[in-house]
């Protein structure tokens, strides 16, 4: 049954994977390319000089590129859920509704984890080339926390969508903000090193937060 | 005989608004119950509730002996669910929705989907979200005859469909639940549609049940009476009169009482009337008649 419910989610997501694929792919290759124009005009040793001394990493621009690919992802897959009630179609399947939104949101996550992670390959692929693995490791810390911001975001915003009321989608979303405001906190380069763990927790306790808006679902919630 | 839904002592409310109070019934094995009641009475809120999305404030309702709310995922394979509009996942077509659904049922005829999907015309793989209301309904219709499920529950089946889908539907449904002994439950706005469905009815008045019978037996013992009065002359509505009303000097009145109880009634209210008839109805006349027109 769980691979009846990943194609359903398939059908429902696959040219938006395609697409954001394509777009976070296309966002790290033009930093890298960047990059790469700086060391055929002035040199690596000119690259090196300027991250070392100014502290820049050149993907400033993939920030709120993961942030937004997931967010985009959970309206996707979830807007068609809600609209005319589908949900409840979903629900009357004879299998556990938890497990149910369980899989729904694993199928989700994997498709962003399989973008994300094809984003972290090609830079460290790139990087490693040119860089030392210093500055490799440095830029990857940099944008992990964007990357994870890209997975809460997902989660969260299932959690606004999958919600039935809403006053309580306004309330919910103000909530959101106020977590993934977190993750911005600070532009320093591996600031959140240290908080990466913490990061990695709100993300997962995300993942409970669209079952309490199926739970309000399954008793009637509404405004 | 044994019932399949069991509903006891049902209270809901939307904020203060009372929708009803104490709302106990029952539905056997094999029977086709239809739910009517006009809007706001409360229909929707007892589907919802029959299909464990809508907690009630009080009182349970037990489908195949179990509380819908804890109900064993396992058991709703013998529950088929359409819901208001016919809805269905808009994103896939019809070969997709068939593939998903059948890994969930273990009992699936898949012949039995694909024969009504035949008769539609429709390419297979065309999107739902691009079908007619009309073409959405056999796609619904078919999946649950399908799933081939023990109890139905139908909501406002009729819902966006022209006269021919509609008939289609109700010819289908009524075979199919006539041959396999199955337990349907359903509401309508059409109500012509369920006397050509419906063993039984339930009529909901705001916030109770005014009546729950065999439709036969319905029509069978309520009566229209019509009977010459002096212009002007207002009869109060009392138990065992429904909704009476005066037109010009034409008194129309809603009863189950026999003719000769329904003379002596009158006289016995000290009525001035003369040619008093009494008509036949069929289920929509009734309805209007016990509901009243507004």
Known sequence: MWKAIFYKEWIKTRWYFVLALLLTLGFAGYCLLRMNRVIVFQGPAHLWEVMLSRDVIFIDLLQYIPLLVGILMAIVQFVPEMHHKCLKLTLHLPYPALRMVMTMLLSGLALLVFCFVSNFLLMGIYLQQVLAPEMTKHILMTALPWYLAGLTGYLLVSWVCLEPAWKRRVINLAISVFVLKIFYMSSTPEAYNSFIPWLFMYTVMATSLSWLSVLRFKIGKQD | ?294
């Open chain 2, 1 to 294: 005989m044994e019932n399949i839904i069991e509903c006891i002592d049902l209270t809901h409310y939307y904020g203060k608004r009372m929708i009803y109070e104490n709302l106990s019934f029952s539905v056997p094995r094999g029977r086709i119950l239809g739910l009517l009641g006009k809007n706001g009475t409360g229909k929707t809120t007892t589907i919802n509730i029959l299909s464990g999305y809508l907690k009630p404030r009080s009182g349970k309702c037990l489908i195949f002996g179990q509380e819908i709310q804890k109900m064993d995922p396992v058991l709703r394979q013998n529950i088929g669910l359409l819901i208001e509009g016919h809805v269905q996942y808009q994103f896939m077509n019809i070969e997709q929705i068939e593939k998903f659904y059948a890994s969930f049922y273990p009992r699936w005829k898949k012949e039995a989907y694909y024969e009504l999907m035949n008769k539609l015309k429709v390419a297979p793989g065309q999107r739902i979200s691009r079908m007619s209301c009309g073409q959405r309904s056999q796609v619904a219709l078919g999946l649950i005859l399908a799933q081939d499920p023990e109890l139905l529950v139908l909501d406002d089946f009729s819902l966006g469909l022209d006269p021919g889908y509609r008939r289609l539907f109700v010819d289908y449904l009524r075979e199919y639940a006539l041959s396999e002994n199955k337990t349907v439950f359903l509401t309508s706005h059409i109500i012509q549609d369920m006397e050509r469905l419906i063993d039984d009815c339930i009529m909901m008045d705001y916030g109770s049940i005014l009546i729950q019978q065999p439709v036969r037996q319905l029509l069978d013992t309520i009566r229209c009476y019509t009977a010459t009065v002096p212009e002007g002359f207002e009869l109060q509505p009392e138990e065992g009169l429904y909704h009476p009303s005066v037109r010009k000097n034409k008194l129309e009145v809603f009863s189950f009482l026999p003719a000769e109880d329904m003379e002596a009634k009158l006289k016995e209210k000290q009525v001035p009337f003369n040619d008093l008839k009494a008509d036949k109805l069929n289920l929509e006349d009734a309805f209007i008649g016990l509901t009243g027109k507004y």
